[in-house]
């Protein structure tokens, strides 16, 4: 158990260090589009005076039939509002994510050490966590862009980011994870699905 909570903090680790290279040294401009100071002051403006309070926002909303017409002609957009400001480089936002990684890391670790009691081989269980963290990044950021029309090019680079993220987390994890004989299965189990 020690082991995997120490897989654990060194994935949340490994996982706060690919989330800085993705998000805080600026590669994320490639995919996030700007404005100049004028324009984002005129759409600040806009929003202060015509968003009411903190949420999420679909404009045009499609829950009247004027709004469904205005939003199948465009422009359109999911706003993510907060109505007060808060520090660009917040230290509180640093430790609240790094605690929610450490969070998923330990979620895996209990996860990741199940299998390996049942999966002695370190290649086979890289493949399964390997197709699992694929299957969930293409739900969580592929799917933004199908569902809700996120620009693609944000929707890969999240994708990317998630998937190299967890990836190596996981490895982490697997890796410190002792090395122990195959369970035995469960009366009446069998190997087939």
């Not at 009247?64 to 007060?84: C, F, L, R, S, V």
Request: aromatic share 10%; proline share 5%.
């Amino acid at each position: 158990m020690v082991r995997a909570l120490i897989g654990a903090v060194a994935g949340a680790v490994a996982m706060f260090i690919i989330g800085f290279i993705f998000f805080g040294i600026g590669l994320e401009r490639m995919v996030i589009g700007s404005l100049d100071n004028a324009q984002a002051a005129a759409v600040q403006q806009a929003m202060a005076a015509n968003i009411p309070s903190t949420g999420a926002y679909v404009i045009p909303n499609m829950t009247t039939p004027e709004q469904t017409i205005m939003y199948g002609h465009g422009p359109t957009a999911i706003i993510q509002y907060d109505t007060k400001g808060y520090p660009a480089a917040d230290p509180a936002v640093m430790i609240e994510g790094f605690i929610e990684m450490l969070v998923v890391t330990l979620i895996m670790a209990f996860g990741l050490r199940r299998m390996v009691q049942y999966i002695p081989d370190f290649g086979e269980q890289i493949r399964l966590l390997g197709a699992a963290i694929l299957g969930i990044a293409i739900f969580m950021r592929i799917g933004d862009a199908i569902w809700m029309h996120y620009s693609w090019s944000f929707s890969i680079y999240g994708f990317i980011n998630d998937a190299i993220s967890l990836s190596v987390a996981g490895a982490i994890i697997l890796k410190l994870l002792p090395k122990g004989s195959v369970a035995a299965a469960p009366a009446g189990a069998t190997s087939d699905l």
